[in-house]
């Protein structure tokens, strides 16, 4: 019912910063939240970020608060995380993620890597 798209992933020095941006499309009316997570090697994905589309309110992990801030167009249905002082932890694979409305189902990207070395 809904696709995600992912683009911006990338390589950079500790430091750094990256944008990341996810389109959504389908059945965008359905979508309730939208967000970020991410997926370090051997570990389960966890959430970054969320937005949600209803009101722009907005939450982070711990440890992205004050480096990474997720905005949203609703109109448009797409999200954007903006990640700043990027650090090695930071490395692995983003998925936007999208959250329907009536039945609280997640829909994935496919992911886009980030990489940041030292």
């Known amino acids: 019912q809904v696709q995600l798209v992912e683009s911006g992933g990338g390589s950079v020095q500790a430091g750094g910063s990256l944008r990341l941006d996810c389109a959504a499309s389908?059945?965008?009316?359905?979508?309730?939240?939208m967000g970020w997570y991410h997926e370090a090697p051997g570990k389960e994905r966890e959430l970054v970020a969320r937005y949600w589309s209803s009101d722009g309110a907005t939450t982070y992990a711990d440890s992205v608060q004050g480096r990474f801030t997720i905005s949203g167009d609703s109109a448009k249905s797409t999200v954007s995380l903006i990640m700043e002082n990027l650090k090695p932890e930071d490395s692995g694979i983003y998925y936007c993620n999208a959250v329907v409305r009536i039945a609280g189902l997640n829909y994935w990207g496919q992911g886009t890597r980030v990489t940041v070395s030292s």
């Open positions: 389908g059945r965008v009316f359905n979508i309730h939240a």
